[in-house]
């Protein structure tokens, strides 16, 4: 089994900043691509960011220049650190892991979610 810890959610003012992180547990063979979603109230998941072990990335066009992904290969662990937050960023964010298996068989795993909320 694979287990997706999200940490670093909370309140913060427009213009301000916050932390997420993920770390993958379990066993499994090896983590290729990484990433973080966003769900708010009545909106389909969405992407925010991704970003390849290799360390190449790819932003959503409303985070681009505000939000930087970055990954620990040795723990992991992806970073999504926000920037220059706005209300309108305030959502569900979700973890998402590409999981390589023992068998070499790859699957989608995703994290519990953790609330991003950013008051005006």
């Known amino acids: 089994q694979v287990q997706l810890l999200e940490s670093g959610g909370g309140l913060v003012q427009a213009g301000g900043s916050l932390r997420l992180s993920c770390a993958a547990s379990?066993?499994?063979?090896?983590?290729?691509?990484m990433g973080w979603y966003w769900q708010a109230p009545g909106k389909q998941r969405e992407l925010v960011a991704a970003?390849?072990?290799?360390?190449?990335?790819n932003y959503g066009d409303s985070v681009k220049g505000r939000f930087t992904i970055s990954r620990d290969n040795a723990k992991n662990t992806v970073y999504l650190q926000m920037n220059s937050l706005k209300p309108e960023d305030t959502a569900v964010y979700y973890c998402?892991?590409?999981?390589?298996?023992?068998?070499?068989?790859?699957?989608?795993?995703w994290g519990q979610g953790t609330q991003v909320t950013v008051s005006s």
């Open positions: 998402n892991a590409q999981v390589v298996t023992f068998l070499k068989r790859e699957y989608d795993y």
């Open positions: 379990g066993s499994f063979f090896s983590i290729k691509g």
């Open positions: 970003i390849s072990t290799g360390g190449s990335t």
